[in-house]
T-cell receptor
């Protein structure tokens, strides 16, 4: 009965490969996000989608391409992986409503590029 | 440019102590200030949040103090327990924004 679920939880891959991370939310939220957490635990937003429309793209290299097939899903595809892409990637969702604005996070995908 | 500055980076207290984590923000348009708690291997989870029309909010053992004129807010954990050991993040956003801006995090260790 997970609210925000992302797969896989762990991903180890070689430099130059292409990989995808999937995210699904069953909360009925309009807005979904991808955040990157680096080795120092710093959380930085990468993308935000509202009703399948891209709202925020935070100067992320264009090797990263989010795709939202519907309101409940936001996947992240990464081309030509580099060592510096190693991090934990979190999917999140929230309503876009002044009275209820809590963001719910998935458990994270630890990406290791070797 | 870091819009939300958080300190300290790490904090160790004894069980029963009152750890205090501080955050300062720059953008006066921010009007929602949540605190998130993250355990190892898990995603951040909302702990407590405040809006700038109040100076303090309590939920159980967790209290946010908010100083609008100083553009600062802090988290106090009363009667801290070893189970409170986690990383704590302050954050800020303004209502029309889709972006939650996080502080750099504080690793809290509560010793038994």
């Amino acid at each position: 009965d997970t609210a925000v679920s992302q797969t896989p939880k762990y991903l180890v891959t070689q430099m130059g490969n292409d990989k995808s991370i999937k995210c699904e939310q069953n909360l009925g939220h309009d807005t979904m996000y991808w955040y990157k957490q680096d080795s120092k635990k710093f959380l930085k937003i990468m993308f935000s989608y509202n009703n399948k429309e891209l709202i925020i793209n935070e100067t992320v290299p264009n090797r990263f391409s989010p795709k939202s097939p519907d309101k409940a899903h936001l996947n992240l595809h990464i081309n030509s992986l580099e060592l510096g892409d190693s991090a934990v990637y979190f999917c999140a969702s929230s309503p876009h409503d002044r009275e209820n604005t809590e963001a719910f996070f998935g458990q994270g995908t630890r990406l290791t590029v070797v | 440019q870091q819009q939300v500055k958080q300190s300290p980076q790490s904090l160790i207290v004894q069980k029963g102590g009152i750890p205090i984590i501080n955050c300062a923000y720059e953008n006066t348009a921010f009007d929602y200030f949540p605190w998130y708690q993250q355990f190892p291997g898990k995603g951040p989870a909302l702990l407590i949040a405040i809006r700038p029309d109040v100076s303090e909010k309590k939920e159980g053992r967790f209290t946010i103090s908010f100083n609008k004129s100083a553009k600062q807010f802090s988290l106090h954990i009363m009667d801290s327990q070893p189970g409170d050991s986690a990383t704590y993040f302050c954050a800020a956003k303004y209502d029309s924004s889709y972006k939650l801006i996080f502080g750099s995090g504080t690793r809290l260790l509560v010793r038994p």
